[in-house]
Structure formats: structure tokens, C-alpha cells
């Protein structure tokens, strides 16, 4: 959990980062409140004089009530945030997808000021995005409007999801899923020959250890059978790119999460050569997130702004 408190200007004033607390719903919400608290004190800031907390996080949601449903990194069917931190600090509150609040951070801080058509990716441990599109932010229903992570780009569905679908980008891209389709290739191509690939990685070799880290290690190293694969998976990634492109037609891409971060040529390269095999619509501009790792607490604080503003 990242948090952060904003001038009313947007200057990041003083941030913090916490493991989240899992030991019940309740916990996750007074970490958030305490988190509040504690940066408010450092630097004396007095919490009635907040204009709103915004909260950017991984779905799905439902921003009416202010609550995660069923999300898919957290053991509880809900948990509820909007009302709690309300009844306990009498602050507004706002809840949003964490690349709804990450494409509005990139408006307001970052590469996308100025700009009514714009998209944000994430590739980490998930795949998300978030999208504007003539100057309205897109959220749906439930608030998961841009859940293009889960995009279908294998209609075999040879990979199944963690949502519990087949074929879909995350199953395929993301960092936590990468290890599974380096698993199911090594079956098509001989397991030796992955063995012999992650034999020098980090991680060591053979395939419990395995992991996307290990993977993109072994490639910038050279490693004939790890390049083949971030190659393919970059292909799959131009895939899913192509479908961003074609249903929101953006002016800009921003992209960010830690698999972009960390292995930034690997990422964006492949797409840039071979989106443009799968799009009708004109190429936009593609870069990665000047806001790194941040992005999220930008998001959050934009939310904030962008709900609370008359």
C-alpha cells in the first residue's frame, strides 16, 4: 500500500509504503486510516483541512458504495472503504480502479496534460488500464470500464486467467502469470531446453524457481531460448496494445507497472514494431509513465481533486 499526501497545488508532499494488511477487511481500512493520520502529523497537517482521500485500487469494484468486490488479490468477498474512513475521519472519500486514478494522475501530473485522448497500461503483477476519451474519464457501471487486461488475445484459451477465464492478456503478459506460459512453451518446444536457458538466471535453474524476473535476466544476458520468449511475449503484448488502440483511439499511451519499469526496451519495442499490425486505427504516441512507480499515489490524489472539485 502506497500513500501519499498532495499539496492542493498537486506538489507530492511526503509519501510512505506499507505490506497490506490481510488479517481481516476491517484491517485494510484502518491501515488506510492510519496511514492518514500518520502523514498528516508528520507535516502538520490538520485532517479536517483535507480536501478528500482518494483510494486507487485493484478491482473489481463498486465505486457507488466505495467497496472492493471479490478482488482478486485479497481473501474476503468485500471490503468496504468509502463508508468506514467517512464515519472516522469526516473526510470525502473516493474510490476508483487504480488505472482509472493512474490515466487521471497522468492528465494532471504527467505526460498526458493537455491531451482529451489518453490511455494508461499497466504491465506488472496484473494487467490494467485506464482511458479518457474526449476529455471524459471512462468508468462504467461499476467503476471497471477499462478492465483490458482481460482482453482476449488467445482464443484457445490455453492459459487460464486468475479471474478464473481463459485467453486473456494477464494470463498471458503479466508478471505473475509470465512463469505459466514459460511453462507451457517449454512443454511444446522440451523442457530441457528451458532448463538450459534459466541455468545462469538469479533465480536458478529448472522450473519451481521460475519467475518473470528470471526470465527478462536471462535475456538482457543473452540467452538464446529466454529472448525467444520475451520476443513472443511481446508480441502477444502488441496484441492487446492494438486492442487499446482500436476501441479508444488515444492520442498517447502512457505505460508503467514494475514488468515496463524494469525491462522498459523488452516492453515497448516489440510493441512499436508490430502494433501496427493489428490496428485500423492510427499508431498513437507510446511512452512510458514519467510518474514510475507513483503513478498510483497520483492517481489517488487526481481522484481526489477531480471528485471533490465544484
Keep these: ?38 502523514l498528516c502529523q508528520q507535516n502538520k497537517v490538520e485532517i479536517e483541512n483535507l480536501v478528500g482521500i482518494g ?9 457507488e458504495k466505495g467497496e472492493l468486490v471479490k478482488p482478486v488479490n485479497l481473501p474476503f468477498d468485500s471490503v468496504p ?19 482509472t486514478g493512474a490515466v487521471l494522475g497522468e492528465k494532471k501530473f504527467g505526460a498526458g496534460k493537455g491531451i482529451d485522448n489518453l490511455v494508461y ?3 506488472g503483477t496484473g494487467i490494467g488500464g485506464g482511458a479518457i476519451v474526449d476529455a471524459n474519464l471512462l468508468l462504467g457501471k461499476d467503476g471497471d470500464a477499462v478492465e483490458i487486461g482481460h482482453l482476449t488475445i488467445d482464443y484457445e484459451g490455453r492459459l487460464k486467467c486468475g479471474c ?35 541455468l545462469h538466471s538469479k533465480q536458478g ?4 524457481n521460475l519467475s518473470s524476473e528470471a526470465l527478462f535476466d536471462a535475456a538482457k544476458r543473452g540467452d538464446e531460448f529466454s529472448f525467444q520468449l520475451v520476443n513472443e511475449i511481446g508480441l502477444l503484448n502488441s496484441i492487446g496494445f492494438a486492442n487499446v488502440i482500436n476501441a479508444y483511439d488515444p492520442s498517447l499511451i502512457t505505460v508503467g507497472g514494475t514488468v515496463t ?36 499515489v497520483y492517481g489517488a490524489a487526481a481522484a481526489a481533486i477531480e471528485f471533490t472539485s465544484p
Design 164 to 198: 478464473g477465464k481463459r485467453g486473456h492478456w494477464e494470463a498471458y503478459c503479466s508478471g505473475k502469470n509470465i512463469p505459466n506460459f514459460v511453462r507451457m512453451r517449454s512443454k511444446e518446444v522440451g523442457q530441457k531446453t528451458l532448463g538450459k536457458s534459466m
Design 261 to 296: 519499469l524494469m525491462n522498459e526496451r523488452f516492453i515497448l519495442y516489440p510493441v512499436k514494431k508490430h502494433v501496427k499490425e493489428y490496428t485500423v486505427n492510427r499508431i498513437p504516441e507510446i511512452v512510458v509513465t514519467p510518474l514510475g512507480q507513483d503513478v498510483g
Design 1 to 38: 500500500m502506497r500513500a501519499a499526501i498532495f499539496s492542493r497545488e498537486g506538489a507530492l508532499i511526503s509519501k510512505r509504503k506499507e505490506k497490506v494488511e490481510t488479517r481481516n477487511k476491517e484491517s485494510i481500512t484502518q491501515q488506510i486510516v492510519a496511514l492518514t493520520v500518520t
Design 81 to 99: 472503504l468509502k463508508e468506514p474512513i467517512e464515519e472516522q475521519l469526516h473526510i470525502p472519500t473516493f474510490l476508483v480502479n487504480d488505472c
Design 121 to 123: 497500461v499497466t504491465i
Design 205 to 208: 535453474n529448472g522450473l519451481p
Design 55 to 63: 483510494i486507487a485500487s485493484t478491482g473489481p469494484l463498486d465505486i
